[in-house]
């Protein structure tokens, strides 16, 4: 496979961690049964490896130390740089503090990071307020009007077209 460069617009995409790249009903409950990588999350990683500054944008109240082990159970915490959780920011999503610390902490203007996640008024509309682009993940959406959305995908195999959608209108 025949790796692809870095993209030039977009420096950063940040991933909502519940429901976008974990099914995490049960994540971090003593005794729980394991929880999964949503379908095509591994693959979509790998695809960005080296391409982009992949972090993690969660609403958890638990510390990032905590989600970070986690994520390492079901091996995807090495395609990371960071994991943002309202409680290591103090606020959650959708408040523009969150985003704006993410950026902040990256280094990255609002027009250069793409934020991925399923809950549209937290991680879309959030993110689209201070600037950031968007793509919601919405698998069971029939949702006809997604203003704040800039791709609407159905599943995580979705992702890497999406970016490269939001990339060429960026060119």
């Not at 693959?43 to 109240?61: F, M, Y």
């Amino acid at each position: 496979m025949t790796e692809k460069p870095p993209l030039q617009h977009i420096k950063a995409v940040a991933f909502d961690l519940g429901g976008t790249l974990l099914d995490i009903a049960r994540l971090s409950v003593q005794g729980a049964p394991p929880y999964t990588v949503i379908p095509g999350v591994v693959e979509t990683l790998a695809a960005l490896e080296g391409r982009v500054i992949c972090c993690v944008a969660s609403n958890s109240e638990l510390a990032g130390h905590v989600l970070a082990r986690d994520m390492a159970a079901v091996g995807i915490s090495g395609y990371f740089t960071q994991v943002f959780t309202s409680h290591s920011i103090g606020v959650g999503k959708p408040n523009p503090r969150f985003f704006r610390a993410l950026l902040s902490t990256l280094e990255i203007a609002p027009g250069a990071c793409v934020m991925i996640g399923d809950s549209y008024p937290a991680d879309i509309v959030g993110a689209k307020a201070v600037g950031m682009h968007t793509i919601w993940y919405a698998p069971r959406t029939t949702a006809a009007q997604t203003p704040d959305a800039d791709v609407v995908i159905t599943s995580m195999g979705g992702v890497i077209p999406a970016l490269e959608q939001i990339e060429a209108s960026l060119a």
